[in-house]
């Protein structure tokens, strides 16, 4: 059915937003995305030579340390936005921790899953629990344990508060687990980007090597832009059943309808 | 399995769980978007 003309004979404007968490920034970010990625397998995979130590394993560390250095700046800007949120107590730093808190995570798997399958090369185990895997594996369920908290049911603000203070506690164990390598004896290689092993890379092995740190990077944004505004649009779809649920109830009561500020 | 079978296998791994993840974001924020009323769908 059209929208009836108003008293001057225009249609009324209607109110129109967007139909996904798309935007021209994310679309230009994911067109980045995805050359950086084209781009990171053939120099990975192809171009870069063997290394005299690591031999063909090198090019794990192209999806290792990657994956290792996002799932870090994810939980930074989880412990950043925790802190906002407890000085401005406002739904934007409370969403954008959640949201980075969710990717660090996905990444962070990713990172101890591709470790695993170098280990199996080079240690010929999957699983050691050495310093820099156990406290990996700490670090990894500190922030299950913040999306567990997430998921417990409560007052919004409630839950923003447990949430931001499990943000500010979990981000401690960053530097642990990264200097885990020089404070303790273990199996893992020593630091590896501004580490021990960057000033024996060279050529198109640093050219992997940042590449696909860049790419990952990229990546990050673009996944924190769409799940930022995923978060976001929950909220709303929790808002409007809300206040459906609320007109219900009062058309039941019989009493006139009040609007509820969004 | 070989050392190159684990090489491609963090690849593989790396790629099809990451896109997975990002592919059910962006089918989830179409979803909602149709849930959610025009006028509130504006990014903050």
Redesign the interface.
């Known amino acids: 059915m059209s929208t009836p003309p108003n008293r001057s004979g225009h249609a009324p404007p209607?109110?129109?937003?967007?139909?996904?968490?798309?935007?021209t920034g994310t679309r230009v970010l994911g067109a980045a995305a995805l050359v950086g990625?084209a781009l990171s397998?053939v120099y990975?995979?192809f171009v870069s030579p063997p290394d005299a130590q690591l031999?063909?394993?090198i090019?794990?560390i192209y999806?290792?340390v990657p994956?290792v250095s996002v799932a870090y700046v994810a939980f930074v800007v989880t412990a950043v936005s925790s802190a906002m949120y407890l000085w401005k107590r406002t739904?934007?730093w409370d969403l954008l921790g959640a949201s980075s808190a969710e990717?660090g995570v996905?990444?962070f798997?990713?990172t101890i899953?591709?470790g695993a399958?170098?280990g199996?090369?080079t240690w010929g185990v999957f699983w050691r629990w050495e310093p820099r895997l156990t406290t990996s594996a700490v670090l990894l369920l500190m922030y299950i344990g913040y999306l567990a908290v997430r998921a417990v049911p409560a007052d919004t603000r409630v839950r923003a508060t447990r949430c931001a203070i499990v943000g500010l506690v979990a981000v401690v164990n960053i530097p642990i687990v990264h200097k885990a390598v020089d404070w303790w004896r273990g199996l893992h290689q020593g630091r590896t980007v501004l580490g021990t092993i960057d000033p024996e890379m060279g050529g198109n092995q640093l050219v992997a090597m940042y590449l696909s740190l860049a790419t990952g990077l990229v990546?990050f944004v673009?996944?924190l832009l769409?799940?930022f505004?995923?978060a976001?649009?929950?909220e709303?779809?929790a808002?409007?059943g809300l206040e459906e649920a609320l007109a219900e109830r009062r058309a039941e009561r019989g009493t006139p309808s009040v609007e509820v500020a969004? | 399995m070989s050392?190159?079978g684990?090489?491609v296998?963090?690849?593989v791994?790396?790629?099809a769980?990451?896109g997975g993840?990002?592919l059910s974001?962006?089918l989830?924020?179409?979803k909602?978007?149709?849930?959610?009323?025009?006028?509130?769908?504006?990014?903050?």
């Open positions: 209607v109110a129109s937003g967007p139909e996904s968490t798309s935007s990625l397998v990975g995979l031999g063909e394993t090019r794990m999806t290792h994956t739904e934007f990717i996905v990444f798997v990713l899953l591709n399958l170098w199996k090369t990546v673009w996944m769409h799940r505004r995923v976001y649009l929950v709303r779809a808002d409007a969004p | 050392t190159t684990y090489i296998l963090s690849w791994a790396t790629f769980i990451g993840y990002a974001i962006v989830r924020g179409r909602l978007s149709r849930a959610v009323p025009p006028e509130r769908r504006r990014w903050m």
